[in-house]
């Protein structure tokens, strides 16, 4: 970076803009929202049945069927993470043992510097639900295919493919 500044920060995100130089040496102005590692999971039952969050989402303005999610605490590693956030969001508590590692990546390499690690939970056990202050959530039950037919959220997308994969494709095992 030849030079930019952090221009705004919020509770979890700065935004940055400045000059950088791209490897073939011209120099262009970008911006790029430096977000913090997070995680997803999707709880997958033997019925072959999920669980969705239904939450507000104020950055759209509507309300968005997705995979219970967050960010990984300074410290934690985004296994413990995501066993967290699915008790925290839906109030199931999953076993370690059966969280299967789907991936990681970029969210949006474009302008954000958020990685995102998804997984899967078999079987995980109801608990109690303890969203933060800040969430309007709900868990909702669905049927796999219904939950393909609704969601409209790319993260939740990419990991009810992958549970339909090891459903479908009978790798689900116990």
């Known amino acids: 970076m030849e030079g930019g ?3 705004c ?4 995100v700065e935004f940055w803009s400045g000059v950088i130089r ?3 040496g011209a120099r262009v102005r970008v911006d790029r929202v430096k977000f913090p590692r997070s995680v997803a999971v999707l709880p997958v039952f033997r019925d072959g049945s999920v669980v969705l969050v239904r939450q507000y989402r104020p950055a759209v303005d509507d309300w968005v069927l997705e995979a219970p999610a967050g960010t990984v605490e300074p410290g934690e590693d985004p296994r413990s993470a995501a066993v967290r956030e699915l008790e ?8 370690p043992g059966r969280l299967i590692e789907v991936g990681e990546g970029y969210v949006s390499p474009g302008y954000s510097t958020e990685v995102m690690s998804l997984f899967i939970a078999l079987d995980p ?8 202050e800040y969430e309007v959530i709900e868990a909702v039950r669905l049927p796999l295919r219904e939950a393909l037919a609704r969601v409209r959220d790319l993260k939740t997308m990419l990991l009810l493919c992958r549970a339909r994969e090891l459903v479908e494709g009978r790798l689900y095992h116990s």
């Open 22 to 24: 791209l490897p073939n």
């Open 125 to 132: 056990e109801e608990s109690e639900a303890r969203p933060e």
């Open 5 to 7: 500044e952090v221009s």
């Open 88 to 95: 925290e969001e839906a109030g199931l508590r999953a076993d």
């Open 9 to 12: 920060r919020g509770r979890r």
